[in-house]
């Protein structure tokens, strides 16, 4: 079974600073995608940014942008010029691309993220 | 563009009482549909998925059911509630196209069983 590992329970960063927050996972699969989901206070789970396995590019989107290391099973997430609308909950997931698992995600317990002035 | 909507959106239950959480998807058709479980400062656990009307797949075994009547609505229940059933419950949808698709989450339900 997968499994996603997020070792930080918290982080802090000031307004306009980039933080980094990290992410491992456990799979004997090759083929799989990562995801990147933000859960503010009102606890609707928001995409931020996916990742397939199989590109080796990272994926960015605007202030957002992962480092994939494949081989070391690590997928973090960076964010860029941090914004008091950073803060929140955010969490890692994985998902297989066989298609006999019928799309289930794996969670990380996730990492709550300050923005500070 | 697709919606998808919960209801309620907070809920105060009776250990012992039946329940029954609501999720509707608009702007999209044959939609894959899931529920997750959120127990407090944790991740979100899979309960049941469905990839079609009357198919239901079911990831835990628990005091949970869940019923797909119509292509875009999808129903947790339960016939008597555990304190344990207490949480914060999400509706997800994807296209189902392929198994890369993105789950897109709605506002979600606040269970509390007294």
């Known amino acids: 079974a997968q499994t996603v590992t997020q070792s930080q329970p918290e982080m802090s960063v000031q307004e306009a600073e980039t933080v980094t927050l990290s992410c491992t996972y456990d799979?004997?699969?090759?083929?799989?995608?990562l995801f990147w989901y933000k859960q503010p206070p009102s606890r609707q789970m928001i995409l931020v940014i996916r990742?397939?396995?199989?590109?080796?590019q990272n994926a960015t989107e605007n202030r957002f942008s992962v480092n994939f290391q494949k081989a070391a099973k690590s997928f973090s997430l960076k964010i860029s010029d941090s914004q008091l609308g950073d803060a929140a909950m955010y969490f890692c997931?994985?998902?297989?691309?066989?298609?006999?698992?019928?799309?289930?995600?794996?969670f990380g317990t996730g990492t709550r993220l300050q923005v500070t002035l | 563009s697709q919606t998808i909507h919960q209801w309620p959106a907070t809920l105060v239950q009776p250990v012992g009482s039946p329940l029954s959480l609501e999720c509707t998807v608009e702007?999209?058709?044959?939609?894959?549909l899931y529920w997750y479980r959120q127990a407090a400062g944790r991740g979100l656990q899979l309960l049941f998925y469905?990839?079609?009307?009357?198919?239901i797949s079911s990831e835990v075994p628990q005091n949970l059911s869940a019923s797909r009547p119509q292509d875009r609505q999808f129903i947790l229940s339960s016939k008597k509630l555990l304190l344990s059933d207490s949480g914060f419950y999400l509706c997800?949808?994807?296209?189902?196209?392929?198994?890369?698709?993105?789950?897109?989450f709605g506002p979600g339900t606040r269970l509390l069983v007294l």
């Open positions: 997800a949808w994807s296209r189902g196209l392929y198994q890369g698709e993105t789950q897109y």
């Open positions: 799979t004997s699969e090759s083929d799989y995608y």
């Open positions: 990742q397939e396995a199989y590109k080796q």
């Open positions: 997931a994985y998902r297989s691309a066989d298609t006999g698992t019928a799309s289930k995600l794996t």
């Open positions: 702007g999209t058709s044959n939609p894959n």
């Open positions: 469905s990839v079609g009307i009357g198919q």
